[in-house]
């Protein structure tokens, strides 16, 4: 079958998938524990009456009963060897049943997971996957199947491996679904990335099969829609499987399956089929569901859309700028070329994140540095970078070896940067863009040179376009860079660059790109006119530049232009980044935070950056420090005890105000030992530790953290402390209270231990506890008093102590 | 161990709002600001970045079950009776890993060494979470691994420290999960470090291998 047949195969009307195998086959008599491949292939007549029946109920494709016949998921069984021929002998055994059917119905080659994780998440790497694909797949294509199915795919990669396993072997169509749990697939990726990985790299279908119910499934279908240039596939279990006297039972009856075609087809599938659980019975009630129905009519987003396998980025004249990060080039960079040349890939990895957080939405990744592996390199970024953040990337080389090696394993859909009109780009780059379904930025410069008017840049975009849209790209596909040169040599290039990027949007339809610093070289103030450069160029209509990220002021340019051109609908996006900054108070501007304007009220805030000057002005004001204590520190502090106890604060703030009255605490102090020689009003003496064998002490320095704050004396001993050590520096220290903490079952009874001995030296301190395994019965049974939070045990010391003065 | 089946590098999906609960946010009473919930939502990213998540799982069958004792093939005897209790209908029990490595620690101490403690515990927090999340994620693809031969999980799992089945096994699964080959030590009150680790296991029932 051609790709352009089974393209057709789906004009108006809904196609027909099979349903569940497993079960059905274990009602025929496969005993448990077998392998079902080899099985069905012996009991090849209730195999054929199985598909027969599918056939029957309206199946327009059939999948041969290969699920699990690749040799690495075969040899736990032992039965690698066997692959080929399975494979054949089952494909056989399908085609038989259509034969059979007198009815023409297409055999699509099962393949699915081999079982074992891929790198980077297991040990299979990608060129194995694809070689035990590949094994398979000659087997299927042996035995005479019309087109593949990959189905119950949990790794994005895992399923680019199969189809590439198939596109090597042949021209067959190859349809492809996920699995997702919930809103992913269980590695990480969104049904968008998937799907346009998926339909890039060349699948002639894609949905989603297995996990889900068909309720589950529409909201899916839903998500890809938009952005489908191929047939959505939906198929789902029979609801969610239960156990029944040991069995898995899938309880969805046909009818109630088949009561959600209708919506799984408005939300856009094409082709609608069962997994677990579904029966010859379900198909049929879909069949009869779907007769009447055509495929909705969508417009599809005309968006440029590169992912990685978690995140897809779209850009569009009308979507928000995007930002491409350009740190991740060593050119000029010799910190990064240094970590290159050392292969420190932690730096690449920090590089990726620093882009990233300062609102990169792709990553640039170039290995330019003379005398190193570049292939080998760039293959090390390509997977650090993936492994440290989500967004996807463009790929920075002119080595078609490194190239491809980097498509080949990249998990997703990159940007190749770049493929211009020189002859050898095209053709040896172009077809690599083909291959493996990348985008590419096109750079308007060709084997004469750099072009220094429009009109020949737009020429030569005209040019490489009509070669691309020949092997069938089309404008969405590629980013077409305004070439940007400086200023310093021609005054005129910035006003060429802005007519090649008008020129693409308004008459060529393209998206656009620049390398944006390359416009104020040898220019001093380069900031200024990066910037300036920035608006003009995104109002003529360009969707993204390459450009420094952590540019404070260039983001700040990309931000108000979003809002200018209304990319950013009603500036929410500004409103919601710069909302909380004071033009007025510079300083609080870098924080987002707002400036406090008295003790009481930057405790309250947990403002520790204007605390210590708040305290310092409140001394020189001559005010006395214990005033100063009494009557805007301890209200502060209490009023924050009072705010966490009724959970209008969590935790981080109740430790925040903590941490800010420590911090006044250490300007007030010295004044305050000056002026009563106490430093703190020392409430109490507590020894703090957490118990021998125990080492988490989290919990135990929060609480020594706020008895200090409320005046009392703290000595902390730290974790996994000896009762002997506890005992003797209570003892020196004459304290009035042992507290003490532990997390677990293990630990805790290191507790009653430092109590006896407490008792044994004849101190007259009291204990408390606490810890997440502990609770009052436990404190109580030796005489200790527990307490389960921070805040609590700020009351209880204060408690205890007030009834051992007054005696109790 | 050639059982030990690992999963590196993960990014498993976690529930942010159990992090907040964690911290004691009340979803009806607690009040946070803007600059509050960016900075925790920063840390919490930050979390997700310094964690290095690997899990890991065996498969193992079960020799009996004689309640409150689990007892395995090799002979492991496990003892809880809500543990028994979980396994009644299973001929299979997955023992499971998470860890997130050692950087992870570095960080939350080094915070709290530099008094940045409302920083470390939301740190601290995440980690604990988004690491647990591991183990849903080891479940899942367990799952559907085991759906096609008619097989499923125990939708619970248990830790040691779990009501009876104590802490004391921890040294039972870290043996059976070869820990140490995680960078995983135990220490002699049968706690993992580094901290941000945890073993559990669950059971499998459905159509019995051969």
Same mark, same amino acid.
């Given at each position: 079958?051609?790709?352009?047949?089974?393209?057709?195969?789906?004009?108006?009307?809904?196609?027909?998938?099979?349903?569940?195998?497993?079960?059905?086959?274990?009602?025929?008599?496969?005993?448990?524990?077998?392998?079902?491949?080899?099985?069905?292939?012996?009991?090849?007549?209730?195999?054929?009456?199985?598909?027969?029946?599918?056939?029957?109920?309206?199946?327009?494709?059939?999948?041969?009963?290969?699920?699990?016949?690749?040799?690495?998921?075969?040899?736990?069984?032992?039965?690698?060897?066997?692959?080929?021929?399975?494979?054949?002998?089952?494909?056989?055994?399908?085609?038989?049943?259509?034969?059979?059917?007198?009815?023409?119905?297409?055999?699509?080659?099962?393949?699915?997971?081999?079982?074992?994780?891929?790198?980077?998440?297991?040990?299979?790497?990608?060129?194995?996957?694809?070689?035990?694909?590949?094994?398979?797949?000659?087997?299927?294509?042996?035995?005479?199947?019309?087109?593949?199915?990959?189905?119950?795919?949990?790794?994005?990669?895992?399923?680019?491996?199969?189809?590439?396993?198939?596109?090597?072997?042949?021209?067959?169509?190859?349809?492809?679904?996920?699995?997702?749990?919930?809103?992913?697939?269980?590695?990480?990726?969104?049904?968008?990335?998937?799907?346009?990985?998926?339909?890039?790299?060349?699948?002639?279908?894609?949905?989603?099969?297995?996990?889900?119910?068909p309720a589950e499934m529409v909201d899916i279908i839903r998500q890809m829609k938009p952005y489908a240039k191929v047939p959505l596939i939906a198929k789902p279990n029979a609801g969610k499987p239960r156990l029944e006297n040991g069995r898995t039972v899938f309880d969805m009856d046909p009818e109630s399956f088949a009561s959600y075609a209708e919506v799984l087809v408005e939300a856009g599938a094409n082709a609608l089929g069962g997994c677990c659980g579904t029966t010859p019975e379900h198909i049929r009630k879909v069949a009869e569901a779907v007769t009447c129905l055509k495929p909705v009519k969508h417009e599809? %987003?005309?968006?440029?859309?590169?992912?990685?396998?978690?995140?897809?980025?779209?850009?569009?004249?009308?979507?928000?700028?995007?930002?491409?990060?350009?740190?991740?080039?060593?050119?000029?960079?010799?910190?990064?070329?240094?970590?290159?040349?050392?292969?420190?890939?932690?730096?690449?990895?920090?590089?990726?994140?620093?882009?990233?957080?300062?609102?990169?939405?792709?990553?640039?990744?170039?290995?330019?540095?003379?005398?190193?592996?570049?292939?080998?390199?760039?293959?090390?970024?390509?997977?650090?970078?993936?492994?440290?953040?989500?967004?996807?990337?463009?790929? +920075?080389?002119?080595?078609?070896?490194?190239?491809?090696?980097? !498509?080949?394993?990249?998990?997703?859909?990159?940007?190749?940067?770049?493929?211009?009109?020189?002859?050898?780009?095209?053709?040896?780059?172009?077809?690599?863009?083909?291959?493996?379904?990348?985008?590419? =930025?096109?750079?308007?410069?060709?084997?004469?040179?750099?072009?220094?008017?429009?009109?020949?840049?737009?020429?030569?975009?005209?040019?490489?376009?009509?070669?691309?849209?020949?092997?069938?790209?089309?404008?969405?596909?590629?980013?077409?860079?305004?070439?940007?040169?400086?200023?310093?040599?021609?005054?005129?290039?910035? !006003?060429?660059?802005?007519?090649?990027?008008?020129?693409?949007?308004?008459?060529?339809?393209?998206?656009?790109?620049?390398?944006?610093?390359?416009?104020?070289?040898?220019?001093?103030?380069?900031?200024?006119?990066?910037?300036?450069?920035?608006?003009?160029?995104?109002?003529?209509?360009?969707?993204?530049?390459?450009?420094?990220?952590?540019?404070?002021?260039?983001?700040?340019?990309?931000?108000?232009?979003?809002?200018?051109?209304?990319?950013?609908?009603?500036?929410?996006?500004?409103?919601?980044?710069?909302?909380?900054?004071?033009?007025?108070?510079?300083?609080?501007?870098?924080?987002?935070?707002?400036?406090?304007?008295?003790?009481?009220?930057?405790?309250?805030?947990?403002?520790?950056?204007?605390?210590?000057?708040?305290?310092?002005?409140?001394?020189?004001?001559?005010?006395?420090?214990?005033?100063?204590?009494?009557?805007?520190?301890?209200?502060?502090?209490?009023?924050?005890?009072?705010?966490?106890?009724?959970?209008?604060?969590?935790?981080?703030?109740?430790?925040?105000?903590?941490?800010?009255?420590?911090?006044?605490?250490?300007?007030?102090?010295?004044?305050?030992?000056?002026?009563?020689?106490?430093?703190?009003?020392?409430?109490?003496?507590?020894?703090?530790?957490? =118990?021998?064998?125990?080492?988490?002490?989290?919990?135990?320095?929060?609480?020594?953290?706020? !008895?200090?704050?409320?005046?009392?004396?703290?000595?902390?001993?730290?974790?996994?402390?000896?009762?002997?050590?506890?005992?003797?520096?209570?003892?020196?220290?004459?304290?009035?209270?042992?507290?003490?903490?532990?997390?677990?079952?293990?630990?805790?009874?290191?507790?009653?231990?430092?109590?006896?001995?407490?008792?044994?030296?004849?101190?007259?301190?009291?204990?408390?506890?606490?810890?997440?395994?502990?609770?009052?019965?436990?404190?109580?049974?030796?005489?200790?008093?527990?307490?389960?939070?921070?805040?609590?045990? =700020?009351?209880?010391?204060?408690s205890l102590i007030n009834q051992s003065k007054n005696g109790g | 161990m050639n059982d030990i089946k690992i999963m590196k590098n993960l990014k498993p999906e976690y529930n942010k709002s159990l992090i907040y609960a964690r911290l004691g946010f009340d979803k009806k009473r607690t009040g946070l600001s803007g600059p509050?919930?960016?900075?925790?939502?920063?840390?919490?990213?930050?979390?997700?970045?310094?964690?290095?998540?690997?899990?890991?799982?065996?498969?193992?069958?079960?020799?009996?079950? +004689?309640?409150?004792?689990?007892?395995?093939?090799?002979?492991?005897?496990?003892?809880?009776?809500? !543990?028994?209790?979980?396994?009644?209908?299973?001929?299979?029990?997955?023992?499971?890993?998470?860890?997130?490595?050692?950087?992870?620690?570095?960080?939350?101490?080094?915070?709290?060494?530099?008094?940045?403690?409302?920083?470390?515990?939301?740190?601290?927090?995440?980690?604990?979470?988004?690491?647990?999340?591991?183990?849903?994620?080891?479940?899942?693809?367990?799952?559907?691994?085991?759906?096609?031969?008619?097989?499923?999980?125990? %939708?619970?799992?248990?830790?040691?420290?779990?009501?009876?089945?104590?802490?004391?096994?921890?040294?039972?699964?870290?043996?059976?999960?070869?820990?140490?080959?995680?960078?995983?030590?135990?220490?002699?009150?049968?706690?993992?470090?580094?901290?941000?680790?945890?073993?559990?296991?669950?059971?499998?029932?459905?159509?019995?291998?051969?």
């Open positions: 079958m051609t790709k352009k047949e089974f393209k057709k195969l789906f004009n108006n009307r809904i196609v027909l998938l099979d349903g569940g195998m497993g079960t059905l086959l274990q009602k025929a008599g496969m005993p448990d524990g077998v392998c079902p491949e080899k099985w069905s292939s012996i009991n090849s007549d209730l195999l054929t009456d199985i598909q027969k029946a599918y056939i029957q109920a309206g199946s327009q494709i059939i999948y041969t009963a290969t699920f699990g016949a690749n040799p690495i998921k075969l040899s736990e069984y032992g039965l690698s060897e066997e692959t080929f021929d399975l494979n054949k002998t089952l494909a056989e055994i399908a085609r038989k049943a259509s034969e059979v059917s007198m009815t023409k119905t297409l055999i699509a080659g099962d393949i699915s997971s081999c079982g074992s994780l891929l790198v980077p998440f297991g040990s299979i790497e990608f060129e194995e996957a694809v070689e035990n694909f590949k094994t398979q797949i000659k087997g299927l294509l042996a035995g005479g199947v019309d087109l593949f199915v990959i189905e119950t795919m949990m790794d994005l990669q895992e399923a680019r491996a199969a189809i590439i396993a198939v596109k090597e072997l042949c021209d067959l169509p190859v349809m492809v679904t996920m699995t997702y749990e919930g809103r992913r697939t269980l590695m990480g990726s969104d049904p968008v990335s998937a799907l346009v990985t998926l339909q890039s790299l060349g699948a002639d279908a894609v949905g989603c099969n297995c996990s889900a119910g599809r %987003k005309p968006y440029s859309l590169a992912c990685s396998n978690r995140k897809t980025v779209m850009i569009h004249t009308t979507l928000p700028f995007a930002v491409i990060g350009e740190r991740l080039n060593p050119t000029g960079k010799k910190a990064l070329k240094e970590a290159l040349i050392s292969g420190d890939m932690d730096y690449v990895s920090d590089l990726a994140r620093e882009q990233v957080e300062a609102g990169a939405m792709l990553l640039d990744v170039n290995a330019g540095v003379p005398g190193i592996n570049e292939k080998e390199t760039l293959v090390n970024m390509v997977n650090t970078v993936c492994n440290a953040v989500d967004a996807p990337i463009l790929i +920075d080389t002119s080595n078609a070896e490194a190239l491809e090696q980097v !498509l080949r394993i990249y998990p997703g859909r990159a940007v190749i940067n770049s493929i211009s009109g020189e002859k050898a780009k095209i053709e040896k780059i172009l077809p690599l863009a083909k291959k493996y379904g990348a985008m590419f =930025v096109l750079l308007p410069v060709d084997d004469s040179g750099v072009p220094e008017t429009a009109e020949e840049r737009i020429e030569i975009i005209k040019d490489v376009y009509e070669k691309a849209r020949k092997l069938g790209f089309t404008k969405e596909d590629i980013l077409v860079d305004g070439l940007v040169m400086t200023i310093a040599s021609n005054a005129e290039s910035a !006003l060429e660059t802005l007519k090649v990027i008008t020129w693409c949007k308004n008459r060529f339809k393209a998206n656009t790109t620049i390398g944006l610093s390359n416009v104020s070289f040898g220019l001093p103030s380069r900031e200024q006119i990066n910037s300036a450069f920035l608006s003009m160029a995104v109002a003529c209509g360009l969707t993204s530049a390459i450009l420094n990220p952590n540019n404070r002021q260039m983001m700040q340019s990309v931000k108000a232009t979003d809002a200018l051109t209304a990319r950013d609908k009603n500036a929410l996006a500004y409103i919601g980044q710069y909302s909380d900054q004071d033009d007025s108070a510079q300083n609080s501007a870098k924080t987002g935070k707002k400036t406090s304007k008295t003790l009481y009220e930057a405790i309250i805030n947990g403002d520790a950056a204007s605390i210590e000057d708040l305290a310092r002005q409140a001394l020189i004001s001559g005010k006395p420090p214990r005033l100063i204590m009494d009557d805007e520190l301890i209200p502060a502090i209490q009023k924050v005890g009072e705010l966490y106890e009724s959970k209008k604060y969590f935790l981080p703030q109740l430790i925040r105000g903590a941490e800010a009255m420590e911090k006044a605490m250490a300007v007030i102090s010295p004044e305050l030992e000056k002026d009563s020689g106490n430093i703190s009003g020392n409430k109490g003496t507590i020894v703090i530790a957490t =118990v021998k064998g125990d080492v988490h002490d989290i919990g135990k320095n929060i609480v020594a953290m706020l !008895l200090r704050n409320y005046g009392f004396k703290v000595i902390d001993l730290g974790k996994d402390v000896e009762s002997s050590r506890i005992i003797e520096t209570a003892k020196a220290n004459n304290a009035d209270i042992i507290a003490l903490s532990a997390l677990m079952t293990t630990t805790m009874n290191q507790m009653p231990k430092v109590m006896s001995v407490m008792k044994e030296e004849g101190l007259a301190c009291e204990m408390m506890v606490g810890g997440a395994v502990l609770d009052s019965n436990f404190a109580g049974s030796f005489g200790a008093h527990y307490t389960n939070d921070a805040y609590k045990a =700020v009351k209880l010391a204060e | 509050m919930r960016d900075e925790a939502e920063k840390l919490i990213k930050k979390a997700e970045n310094t964690l290095n998540l690997t899990g890991a799982y065996r498969i193992m069958n079960l020799d009996r079950i +004689d309640p409150p004792k689990v007892i395995l093939e090799d002979g492991t005897v496990l003892s809880g009776v809500r !543990l028994a209790e979980l396994m009644k209908d299973c001929d299979q029990a997955i023992i499971m890993l998470a860890t997130g490595g050692s950087k992870i620690m570095e960080l939350i101490n080094r915070l709290q060494e530099e008094g940045r403690m409302s920083e470390a515990v939301i740190i601290d927090a995440a980690a604990s979470e988004i690491t647990d999340s591991v183990l849903d994620m080891v479940m899942l693809h367990v799952n559907q691994m085991l759906r096609s031969k008619g097989r499923v999980l125990t %939708k619970m799992r248990f830790s040691p420290g779990y009501g009876d089945f104590d802490l004391e096994q921890q040294r039972e699964l870290y043996r059976l999960m070869n820990g140490e080959a995680f960078g995983i030590t135990l220490n002699e009150a049968c706690l993992l470090i580094p901290e941000k680790s945890v073993l559990a296991i669950a059971g499998i029932s459905g159509n019995r291998p051969k």
